[in-house]
T-cell receptor, first 112, second 116 residues
Framework: KNEVEQSPQNLTAQEGEFITINCSYS?????LHWLQQHPGGGIVSLFM???GKKKHGRLIATINIQEKHSSLHITASHPRDSAVYIC??????????????FGKGTLLTVNP | NAGVMQNPRHLVRRRGQEARLRCSPM?????VYWYRQLPEEGLKFMVY????????ESGMPKERFSAEFPKEGPSILRIQQVVRGDSAAYFC??????????????FGEGSRLTVL
């Protein structure tokens, strides 16, 4: 059974700081997602990764398949980055990307 | 191009009533997925539908819950005889094709159900 663990659960940073959120999982996967959820809001897909590294603006996501670990980095953090960041994998789902196993999320607060 | 539209955004029901949540996928998307987010818990997959077909309902509770995606109109998640434990945020996502390793999922804003 796939388990997805995120750390930290809560993270508070000052504007401009470099942020790292970690995700580890327990079974082999073919894809991992990073999602963003604003309080009371919808969910936005940030990245889908199967290997290596992806970058979009100030966001960088990396994955190490051998170590079953992924990180989401935010450079030059800003208060508008405050949100819950969710890691999800398709382990145990035969490769389908809809039947994901989700982490519980990391609540990021960036203070001005 | 409008995103995935869900309504209502907030719904309050008393125990025993029915809740109907609607999801209109993005234009051109024929695959719809429903997820539930219980308080203090992660999201969990409920059901995957294509037009007029339920493809995978393995995450749906066996009783009181049903889903459909008719030929015309939005997908509907129906919860009969709601109980307090059904209070949660229900998210819909869509994709233009089966969300295998090639595609992203596009999520809606969610419908937040509160059962009194």
């Amino acid at each position: 059974k796939n388990e997805v663990e995120q750390s930290p659960q809560n993270l508070t940073a000052q504007e401009g700081e470099f942020i790292t959120i970690n995700c580890s999982y327990s079974v082999g996967i073919s894809a991992l997602h990073w999602l963003q959820q604003h309080p009371g809001g919808g969910i936005v897909s940030l990245f889908m990764l199967s290997s290596g590294k992806k970058k979009h603006g100030r966001l960088i996501a990396t994955i190490n398949i051998q170590e079953k670990h992924s990180s989401l980095h935010i450079t030059a953090s800003h208060p508008r980055d405050s949100a819950v960041y969710i890691c999800a994998t398709n382990g145990d789902s035969g490769g389908s990307n809809y039947k994901l196993t989700f982490g519980k999320g990391t609540l990021l607060t960036v203070n001005p | 191009n409008a995103g995935v539209m869900q309504n209502p955004r907030h719904l309050v029901r008393r125990r025993g009533q029915e809740a109907r949540l609607r999801c209109s996928p993005m234009k051109g998307h024929s695959h719809v997925y429903w997820y539930r987010q219980l308080p203090e818990e992660g999201l969990k997959f409920m059901v995957y539908l294509q037009k007029e077909n339920i493809i995978d309902e393995s995450g749906m509770p066996k009783e009181r819950f049903s889903a459909e995606f008719p030929k015309e109109g939005p997908s509907i998640l129906r919860i009969q005889q709601v109980v307090r434990g059904d209070s949660a945020a229900y998210f819909c996502a869509s994709s233009p094709r089966l969300a295998l390793n090639t595609g992203e999922l596009f999520f809606g804003e969610g419908s937040r159900l509160t059962v009194l």
